[in-house]
Each structure stands twice: as structure tokens, then as C-alpha cells.
């Protein structure tokens, strides 16, 4: 048995060919594979080794077959890659995992066509055709994050323990924008008026009223308004970090562009939301104020005007 490298140079940089090999009375099977760095191909030849290994003890004399472990390791579909991804992400620290809207934009991949495309039969093209399909439902900044999503996928390989080439280059991506096959989000400068959210408060509270109703929109809608703080940082304020004779509270790992976990900041509270604070019923063992999931509660977007703020002013 033997692993052998050869470093051959392209014009986008070095690469290296893996080539396994393992030869006995009754088993005989050779596997290759080409990788952009040592590390990549080194860890699928040594797993590609063991199979070779393990098949060859069970191999008879009239069964020299030998089943491809590409199937396994370096050559499988986009879909086998992202399931091995998704349980990876399963078990490390919270603040580690990847959000529920990148997960969402995962799962999208796993449905579309190119899913079933092998890591040498998938081009940029195929991207292409694809984003180009999805104009009819998506604007191109939705395209761009759900590529996003998929390349930092593709770039977690080393931890997922299995090879998927990385099809999404630099270039490719250029090409992309250039087609205006993704772009960036189109700015809304688009308020509502005064009445327009007195009617929207007005469905809440009816719909709260009904017995089956759990969740307080009309409550969730008012404190967003008046603290002007996000969806998740609502629904994730707790009663410990809350100082009601002071009118404060401490909002963990607020949203930053460097360094989001540990960015714990404490906000001055108006006394609407004291009030609205004040009228939530208190749950068992549970320490958060609005004790809801972001992703579920849909909390419509809200102005962050203060002259909204200051004219709002219906009953609670």
C-alpha cells in the first residue's frame, strides 16, 4: 500500500494529486484525487487508505471488486457535503453555530438541482443558471447572501472531514455582480403613519384577545417602538438584567460588526416600556421578559423615528 503526491503547478497556484494505492493476493485498488492544499489531501488519502484496508480483509478470491470510497470522501454530491456540514454545526457552543437564517439559506441548497452535482461535475455556470432562475422570485441581494452562506459552507471542509472543491472563487463571484445576478439591498426610506400603526395595534390586540392567542404582538409592537431595540434583543432580555429603580437594562451580545458575543451594553428604558414590562406575566424558571423565539414571532419592522415615538401614544 502506498499514498503518493504530486505537486503540479496551474495558474491559479499550486495543487496537489493524492494517488492511493493498495495491492494484495486477492484485492486491488487505486483511488486519486487532486486537492488545493497538503492538508486536504492528505486527510482524504489516509481515510480512502483505511477503506482500501478494511475491504481488502474481507475480500474472497472471486470477489476482487472494489467500491470507490469517492462515493465516501472526495467525490460526493453537494447535498452528502452539507449534511455531514449541518451535523457538524449541531455540536459546537451556541455562539458557534450558524444563525437561523443562514440554516434557512442552507436548506435551500439541499432542495435546488444542483444539490444531486458531484464536486468535479459542478461548475460556476451551473451557479449561474441557477441564480438566474431564482430573478423570478429573489432580488440579486438574496442571491448574494444565499452564495454567501454556501462558500463559507465550503470553507468549513477541513472540520467536516470531507472534500468539496471550492467552486465559488473570487472571480466567479465578480462575475456574478457583474451579471447583476447579485447586488446589494435596495434602501426603503418607507414609515408608516400614525394610523397605519394604530390599525396594526388594533389587529394585535384583537388577535391577542382570542384564548388560543400565546404571544403579545400588541406589546412586542409598542416596546419595539419606544426602545427602538431589535427583534432578537427584545425577545432575549431577562429579569436578572433588568433595573427597574434606575429604568436600565442590559442587552448581551449586542449586534457589532467586529465582535457581537460578549458585547453586553446596559440601555436606559423609557417608563412605556417599564409599563409594558410590568403588565407580562411572570413564567416558572423562565428568566426572560418576552420568553419567544425571534425567528417566530415575525415582529414587523417598525420605525426608529423619535418623532413617531413621541406621537404614539395609545394605551397600552
Known amino acids: 500500500m502506498t499514498i503518493s503526491c504530486q505537486k503540479r503547478k496551474r495558474k491559479s497556484g499550486n495543487v496537489y494529486r493524492y494517488v492511493v494505492t ?28 483505511e477503506e482500501m484496508q478494511e475491504q481488502s480483509l474481507n475480500a474472497e478470491q472471486d470477489s476482487l471488486r472494489y467500491e470507490s470510497a469517492k462515493s465516501r470522501s472526495g467525490d460526493i454530491t453537494l447535498n452528502q457535503y452539507l449534511e455531514a456540514y449541518c451535523r457538524k454545526m449541531e455540536s459546537p457552543p451556541k455562539k458557534s453555530r450558524i444563525s437561523y437564517r443562514d440554516m434557512q439559506a442552507i436548506k435551500f441548497w439541499q432542495k435546488c438541482w444542483l444539490t444531486e452535482k458531484r464536486s468535479k461535475e459542478i461548475t460556476g455556470d451551473m451557479l449561474i443558471d441557477l441564480l438566474d432562475e431564482r430573478l423570478e422570485k429573489v432580488t440579486p441581494a438574496t442571491n448574494h447572501l444565499y452564495v454567501s452562506v454556501l462558500r463559507r459552507a465550503l470553507d468549513f471542509q477541513k472540520r467536516v472531514g470531507l472534500y468539496f472543491r471550492r467552486f465559488i472563487t473570487d472571480d466567479l463571484m465578480k462575475e456574478l455582480w457583474k451579471l447583476k445576478l447579485a447586488g446589494k439591498s435596495k434602501e426603503d426610506d418607507t414609515r408608516p403613519t400614525e394610523h ?54 442590559i442587552i448581551r451580545d449586542r449586534k457589532d460588526p467586529k465582535k457581537k458575543y460578549g458585547n453586553h451594553q446596559k440601555v436606559p428604558l423609557c417608563p412605556v416600556c417599564l409599563e409594558i414590562i410590568a403588565m407580562q406575566p411572570r413564567i416558572k424558571g423562565e428568566d426572560r421578559i418576552f420568553p419567544v423565539i425571534p425567528a417566530i414571532t415575525k415582529i414587523p419592522l417598525l420605525p426608529r423615528v423619535g418623532s413617531l415615538r413621541d406621537n404614539f401614544s395609545y394605551a397600552v
Not at 32 to 38: A, G
Request: glycine share 4%; net charge neutral.
Open 22 to 49: 493498495v495491492r494484495k493476493k486477492h484485492f486491488s485498488a487505486t483511488e486519486s484525487l487532486t486537492f488545493p492544499d497538503k492538508a486536504s489531501g492528505r486527510a482524504w488519502a489516509k481515510a480512502v487508505e
Open 196 to 249: 397605519q400603526l394604530y390599525l396594526l395595534y388594533k389587529e394585535f390586540l384583537e388577535g391577542y384577545n382570542n384564548p388560543r392567542a400565546k404571544v403579545p404582538y400588541h406589546h412586542l409592537m409598542l416596546f419595539s417602538i419606544y426602545s427602538a431595540f431589535r427583534e432578537g434583543e427584545i425577545c432575549n432580555i431577562r429579569y436578572s438584567d433588568l433595573d427597574v429603580e434606575n429604568g436600565e437594562v
